[in-house]
């Protein structure tokens, strides 16, 4: 588990972070809130979900023609089976999304789930990497995103798994998911090859063995993933590995050359340091644990300048008292 090394209390210093963060300005009472979410529900037939985050972002001020209008902008025509033809500005820039979803957890999943989808869309992240998916939720995802991403599955057959989300600007050229040797719960790497703007981006998410007894195992599943890294690695090719490493800080001390891991990149800021927070997210109780299971490790081969890194999933689902997931979502835009 990591540890903040600091005289003052680090609990303290976050939850003051997070309630400076979430709370700017005087929230609505429950009262206000739930007949907000009514009549926004009634009128938009939405779930209470998606009227919750986007109740949220308008401090639960019922504006349901900017629903309306937001979602003709992002979703465009639903029988549509092209996708838009957008693509980034000139200036080269990537943003990448990781967020176990706790899809194992069937407690508030539907409302969790959407949650989850509207997130993603508002967010438009251009690449996205989900684990603990399963096979249940596919067809919500590809209800709720298919107009915005390409859906990549890693391994449909085993009870859960990874996927990733390509915006449609980025050409896929391969996809394959492969097991690691050593594995007593279904891991595997997925692996994504794509292009954009005529520059190779190799992707791999993943989802590590879980638990602090399981290390051992852990540790040959990082060694390869790396090595997969360095195959990849050929001084041009743009390379991205993510997902919920379950890493404890001892157990990736190097990293291959070249090599940087996003959140220290952007500053190392104790702010964002944390992806498995039961101090602040008490979807699962233990016992404050605080780890930075989730990571982005890249090479950007010369051509980012910058890396920015932030953390999203953070606001309560209202109806459910929960939030999306016991993850926070990582959020990195390279640039």
């Not at 001020?61 to 025509?77: D, H, I, V």
């Not at 990448?96 to 989808?117: H, K, P, Q």
């Not at 995802?141 to 990549?152: A, F, P, Q, T």
């Not at 063995?209 to 743009?238: A, N, P, Y």
Request: with cysteine.
């Amino acid at each position: 588990m990591d540890t903040v090394n600091s005289s003052e209390s680090p609990q303290k210093i976050e939850s003051k972070d997070y309630a400076e963060n979430c709370s700017s300005e005087i929230e609505p009472s429950n009262e206000e809130c739930e007949e907000a979410l009514k009549k926004f529900v009634q009128i938009t037939k939405t779930d209470e979900a998606c009227a919750h985050f986007f109740l949220q972002d308008f401090n639960w001020q019922l504006q349901a023609n900017r629903f309306f209008s937001y979602t003709l902008e992002t979703k465009g025509e639903t029988n549509s089976t092209e996708f838009p033809t957008s693509e980034p500005n000139d200036d080269f820039s990537l943003t990448v999304m990781s967020w176990n979803i706790d899809g194992l957890d069937e407690n508030n999943l539907t409302i969790r789930f959407t949650a989850v989808c509207y997130i993603i869309s508002k967010i438009s992240a251009d690449v996205v990497f989900l684990q603990e998916m399963t096979s249940d939720l596919v067809p919500q995802v590809r209800k709720n995103l298919s107009g915005e991403y390409s859906i990549l599955v890693a391994t449909p057959n085993l009870p859960y798994f990874t996927v990733v989300l390509l915006k449609p600007f980025i050409e896929l050229i391969s996809h394959k998911a492969i097991p690691y040797r050593r594995s007593g719960m279904g891991r595997s790497m997925q692996l994504v090859e794509t292009s954009l703007r005529g520059r190779k981006v190799m992707l791999l998410n993943t989802h590590l063995e879980s638990m602090k007894e399981h290390s051992d195992i852990r540790l040959t599943q990082i060694q390869e993933c790396f090595k997969q890294l360095v195959e990849w690695d050929d001084g041009k090719t743009v390379i991205v590995f993510g997902g919920d490493l379950n890493a404890r800080d001892g157990e990736i001390c190097e990293l291959p050359p070249g090599f940087e891991d996003a959140w220290i990149a952007a500053g190392s800021r104790p702010k964002f340091r944390f992806t498995w927070d039961t101090l602040l997210n008490d979807n699962k109780v233990a016992g404050k644990a605080r780890c930075r299971f989730d990571r982005i490790i890249y090479k950007s081969a010369g051509i980012f300048s910058g890396v920015d890194f932030s953390l999203e999933g953070q606001n309560r689902i209202r109806t459910s008292l929960c939030f999306p997931s016991d993850h926070w979502a990582i959020l990195v835009h390279f640039h």
